[in-house]
Nanobody, 121 residues
């Protein structure tokens, strides 16, 4: 079992930056690929970024490529999402996810509770 707790969300102006963190419980964290998904009001949850267990492989949605960076620190059981040049369309609840294999579509083994990111224009 892995429990995921996100933090770092908030309100930011367009063009600004935020860094999301996802702290995982359990000693098996390093066995999982990790990812970030988001869900805007009235829309389906969508893939944002993913990273392999070693950190050597990363995947990004086209909409965030070049602006967002995913990273992980296995010693701290934490995965990060650095978000730069934020746009109003990035407004959503951001969810941390753990999966057996790096994935952009699922399946996901564990989800966090989500953290709200709001970008004002």
């Amino acid at each position: 079992q892995v429990q995921l707790v996100e933090s770092g969300g908030g309100l930011v102006q367009a063009g600004g930056s935020l860094r999301l963190s996802c702290a995982a419980s359990g000693r098996t964290f390093r066995r999982y690929a990790m990812g970030w998904f988001r869900q805007a009001p009235g829309k389906e949850r969508e893939f944002v970024a993913a990273i392999s267990w070693s950190g050597s492989v990363r995947r990004y949605a086209d909409s965030v490529e070049g602006r967002f960076t995913i990273s992980r620190d296995n010693a701290k059981n934490t995965v990060y999402l650095q978000m730069n040049s934020l746009k109003p369309e990035d407004t959503a609840v951001y969810y941390c996810a753990a999966s057996t294999y790096i994935t952009t579509t699922g399946p996901v083994d564990f989800w966090g509770q989500g953290t709200q990111v709001t970008v004002s224009s």
